[in-house]
């Protein structure tokens, strides 16, 4: 399994029976597989998406956004949750070459991604678990 680090943008090779071990970063020692969201910016988005084998789940938002910030505990609480998908947050003030790449127009908009390739989108504000049962459902027929 390949995971780049969010961090300084390593690619790790990390063997799928040890992805539940708390592998760290080779170069940078940072932790690959944290429960927790990281903030990704424009300079690592695009090889942090290309060297990352498990699905990352992109949450687009900006700090004056009411619904972002309502959003966002129970974004952190999905990330706590579900351990094999990375949860990435890019504030799409301070990221505009990504939001505009990805045609984000409304904010918090969500983007899974899946080996590189976007394969769902949705915008508005979820709960935790309507959160996670919308992932799920997207994942459903992937490997």
Request: overall charge negative; aromatic content about 8%; some cysteine.
């Amino acid at each position: 399994m390949h995971l780049a680090c969010p961090y300084c943008g390593a690619t790790n090779r990390i063997p799928d029976e040890r992805l539940d071990d708390g592998p760290s970063c080779g170069k940078c020692k940072q932790p690959l597989m944290a429960a927790e969201p990281v903030d990704i910016s424009d300079a690592n988005l695009p090889g942090f998406l290309a060297n990352t084998e498990l699905p990352v789940l992109i949450d687009f938002w900006a700090a004056w956004c009411g619904p972002c910030q309502m959003m966002a505990p129970h974004f952190e609480e999905a990330a706590r949750q579900q351990p094999r998908i990375r949860f990435a947050k890019v504030d799409s003030d301070a990221a505009p070459a990504a939001s505009r790449y990805f045609g984000i127009r409304s904010i918090p908009t969500l983007l899974l991604m899946y080996q590189g390739q976007e394969i769902a989108r949705q915008s508005g504000v979820m709960s935790a678990p309507q959160l996670l049962a919308w992932v799920d459902s997207q994942l459903a027929n992937k490997p």
